[in-house]
């Protein structure tokens, strides 16, 4: 009787050992793939800049990665894909332009080929109704060092005034910043916010990814130019006198154009045959230009086709870069003073939508025009580069979710509407194994079983025929 049972006992045995290796390895194999995709995937995930064409898309990763946002106007249908203005880093920003007044828009996140969602749905922003643009626009600026006096580059600085909706940018190579506050819209994006030099608080964060944060509190008047925003610190420049009109300093990003590439290997096409980048020659980000009627001009592949906006009454045209490799245009209707914005976007070889932005003021006319203090003169001490040693970043409230090209399943968290600024947390986990896995250890696992089904009945058959 006991040599019959004998079988059945190794069987059952095998078939233990047999599950909990199985469920040994996917969970192996699980915290493999977490390994090789939490350090791309988004974190601080924000909308910024909302108005009734364009926002703005930023996010910090843990390693240096390209990052690029996928976008459209239904869920699900993310068609047009944008690259990261700030190229391959730790931060990214990326502006959505060519957008309808008061729409619902969807978009994920690629960070270094994966795509990651808001925790198993696209995130969502609406743009802003349209309304006339200020014409007394209120500047502020400044710059952001590290903790040794160095500039900082591509951290992401972000404003928030009189209970509005932020806005951000990102600084320049000498660490310069330059933001139009009086943009500020309400938190229904019907209106702007109204903004009092002397009373209304500008809230300033700066993320810098893995050099660090820092915060400062500081009312415009005194902000032209603000003090240096120092990396770690927690800055209150409430109490500061008004500061001596002496301009905006000058903030243009210098991004090699390799940083700018796709990481995609295509062939060449006709709009890129020359590798040569476009460009905006004529006009530096945050420069203030004492005309209405401003000529723009720059270089790029001949027979280029560029669609050119100016904003913030939208003026949009199609330019194609003749043989010279030099396009210039001017605005067919007059601009009126106040922050302006030029963007340009083409599409690359690879059919990527690229975009190139500066941000602008025009001056009325009767107004002294700024003198620029000059920008920080290179010396021999290095610019702060971004180095992967962690640190604490603002934890919120959604989750991005990365999906290597299949949606995940998840609670769905708090999406970005028009009365809530958007928000995330680090990054969430991807699906447990893959099907493979799956259907390979269900075979196993019903083979053991009949194996062990037959193994008894043949015993039980043996023991019968014994007794």
């Given at each position: 009787m006991i040599k019959g049972k004998i079988p059945t006992l190794i069987v059952l045995i095998i078939l233990v050992l047999g599950i909990v290796l199985g469920v040994f390895l996917v969970r192996?194999?699980?915290?493999?793939?977490?390994?090789?995709?939490?350090?791309?995937?988004?974190?601080?995930?924000?909308?910024?800049?909302?108005?009734?064409?364009?926002?703005?898309?930023?996010?910090?990763?843990?390693?240096?990665?390209?990052?690029?946002?996928?976008?459209?106007?239904?869920?699900?249908?993310?068609?047009?894909?944008?690259?990261?203005?700030?190229?391959?880093?730790?931060?990214?920003?990326?502006?959505?332009?060519?957008?309808?007044?008061?729409?619902?828009?969807?978009?994920?996140?690629?960070?270094?080929?994966?795509?990651?969602?808001?925790?198993?749905?696209?995130?969502?922003?609406?743009?802003?109704?349209?309304?006339?643009?200020?014409?007394?626009?209120?500047?502020?600026?400044g710059t952001v060092e590290d903790s040794s006096g160095f500039p900082v580059e591509k951290a992401l600085l972000y404003v928030t005034a009189g209970g509005g909706t932020p806005l951000s940018t990102v600084t320049s190579q000498e660490g310069n910043w330059v933001i139009s506050v009086s943009s500020t819209r309400s938190q229904d994006l019907g209106s702007f916010v109204e903004i009092d030099e002397q009373k209304t608080l500008a809230e300033i964060f700066v993320q810098a990814g893995s050099l660090g944060t820092a915060t400062a509190l500081i009312y415009p008047q005194s902000a032209k130019p603000a003090p240096p925003?120092?990396?770690?610190?927690?800055?209150?420049?409430?109490?500061?006198?008004?500061?001596?009109?002496?301009?905006?300093?000058?903030?243009?990003?210098?991004?090699?154009?390799?940083?700018?590439?796709?990481?995609?290997?295509?062939?060449?096409?006709?709009?890129?045959?020359?590798?040569k980048p476009v460009t905006i020659e004529s006009i530096d980000e945050g420069e203030v230009v004492t005309t209405a009627e401003p000529e723009f001009f720059g270089e790029g592949p001949s027979a280029t086709a560029i669609t050119i906006t100016v904003e913030s009454e939208?003026?949009?045209?199609?330019?194609?870069?003749?043989?010279?490799?030099?396009?210039?245009?001017?605005?067919?209707?007059?601009?009126?003073?106040?922050?302006?914005?030029?963007?340009?976007?083409?599409?690359?070889?690879?059919?990527?939508?690229?975009?190139?932005?500066?941000?602008?003021?025009?001056?009325?006319?009767?107004?002294?025009?700024?003198?620029?203090?000059?920008?920080?003169?290179?010396t021999t001490r290095p610019t702060a580069t971004l180095t992967p040693t962690p640190s604490p970043t603002p934890r919120l409230t959604s989750t991005p979710t990365p999906t290597p090209k299949v949606s995940t399943s998840a609670t769905p968290s708090p999406t970005p509407k028009p009365t809530k600024t958007p928000t995330s947390t680090p990054s969430s986990l991807p699906d447990a194994g893959t099907s493979a896995d799956t259907v390979a250890f269900a075979v196993l696992g019903l083979a053991l079983l009949g194996f062990s089904g037959l193994t008894f009945a043949l015993s039980m058959n043996k023991n019968k025929q014994e007794g």
């Open positions: 192996n194999r699980q915290l493999f793939r977490l390994g090789a995709t939490g350090e791309n995937a988004p974190r601080d995930v924000r909308v910024t800049n909302i108005s009734q064409s364009t926002l703005t898309v930023s996010w910090t990763t843990d390693t240096q990665t390209l990052g690029t946002v996928e976008w459209g106007e239904t869920e699900n249908s993310t068609g047009t894909t944008i690259v990261s203005e700030t190229g391959s880093g730790y931060t990214h920003s990326a502006t959505l332009t060519g957008l309808k007044p008061q729409t619902s828009y969807f978009f994920k996140i690629n960070s270094a080929g994966t795509d990651f969602d808001n925790n198993g749905i696209d995130w969502e922003a609406q743009t802003a109704s349209d309304i006339p643009a200020l014409t007394d626009p209120i500047v502020i600026s925003i120092v990396l770690g610190q927690s800055h209150d420049f409430k109490n500061l006198p008004p500061s001596i009109e002496s301009g905006l300093p000058q903030a243009q990003l210098d991004i090699p154009q390799e940083q700018l590439e796709s990481g995609f290997e295509t062939p060449e096409s006709t709009a890129s045959a020359s590798g939208p003026q949009t045209q199609v330019v194609t870069i003749p043989s010279s490799g030099e396009w210039q245009w001017s605005p067919p209707e007059g601009l009126s003073p106040g922050p302006h914005k030029i963007t340009i976007s083409w599409r690359d070889a690879s059919g990527i939508l690229r975009t190139l932005t500066r941000n602008f003021i025009v001056q009325a006319a009767d107004e002294p025009a700024f003198v620029s203090t000059p920008s920080a003169t290179p």
